[in-house]
């Protein structure tokens, strides 16, 4: 079946821009989680929803960011007043379920933003 | 912040040799997982290690696991050109709600 999909695949805006990052998770996937990527490491945890609620969002950065999924299904990350800083890879990835421990994460392609 | 340290942080083989790659964490863990990728994208899923397990086979991947010393390693055997991309490990972390932390990854490069 189809994997995780993220679009767009890139974005590029300017500094102070507001951007909008979208994850459609594999079907029947109930948990859903947001990372970032720097160039050189590994991917920061940013926030991770259980359905429709976030259930754990200590990874973002600040209050700039914030994510929504209202149906339990397609998550949108949403960025205000972007900042260079902001640059990075933003992957998604979903499971099956939330059991801790149990559960193998499935990551999109990634979108790659860029502020200018 | 990141929980993971792989070393190396780089490696370089030829075609046919076996790569092996090693995973240092810090705090207890209910599993951890290997992922590879190619060119800064997405991250494919490798093989899933629990922490009550202590090896794992997956084709030409074996997965080792201890607990004692918070340590893991992949082995890569009869590497092929194909398997040149990044690999990272992740850790669950028991208590952090399935979040995963990951290392700063390997660069692996075979050589044909």
């Known amino acids: 079946g189809a994997g995780v999909s993220q679009t767009p695949s890139n974005k590029v805006t300017e500094k102070g821009k507001y951007v909008e990052l979208r994850c459609d998770p594999i079907?029947?996937?109930?948990?859903l989680y947001w990372y970032r990527q720097s160039l050189g490491q590994g991917p920061e945890f940013l926030i991770y929803?259980?359905?429709?609620?976030?259930?754990?969002d200590s990874g973002l950065p600040n209050d700039r960011f914030f994510a929504v999924r209202p149906e339990g299904s397609v998550s949108t990350l949403k960025i205000q007043r972007t900042e260079r800083g902001d640059s990075a890879v933003y992957l998604c990835?979903?499971?099956?379920?939330?059991?801790?421990?149990?559960?193998?994460?499935?990551f999109g392609p990634g979108t790659r933003l860029l502020v200018l | 912040s990141q929980q993971g340290e792989e070393d190396p942080q780089a490696l370089s083989i030829q075609e046919g040799e076996n790569a092996t790659m090693n995973c240092s964490y810090k705090?207890?863990?209910?599993?951890l997982q290997w992922y590879r990728q190619n060119s800064g994208r997405g991250l494919v899923h490798l093989i899933l290690?629990?922490?009550?397990?202590r090896e794992k086979h997956s084709g030409r991947l074996r997965v080792t696991l201890d607990t004692s010393k918070k340590s893991s390693s992949l082995l890569i055997t009869a590497s092929r050109a194909a398997d040149t991309a990044s690999y990272f490990c992740?850790?669950?972390?028991?208590?952090?709600?399935?979040?995963?932390?990951f290392g700063k990854g390997i660069t692996l490069s075979v050589r044909p």
């Open positions: 990835a979903s499971s099956l379920t939330w059991t801790s421990g149990k559960e193998t994460q499935y």
């Open positions: 079907s029947g996937h109930t948990a």
């Open positions: 929803f259980q359905g429709t609620g976030a259930a754990d």
């Open positions: 705090t207890s863990i209910n599993n």
């Open positions: 290690i629990r922490s009550n397990e």
């Open positions: 992740a850790t669950d972390r028991t208590g952090a709600n399935s979040k995963l932390t």
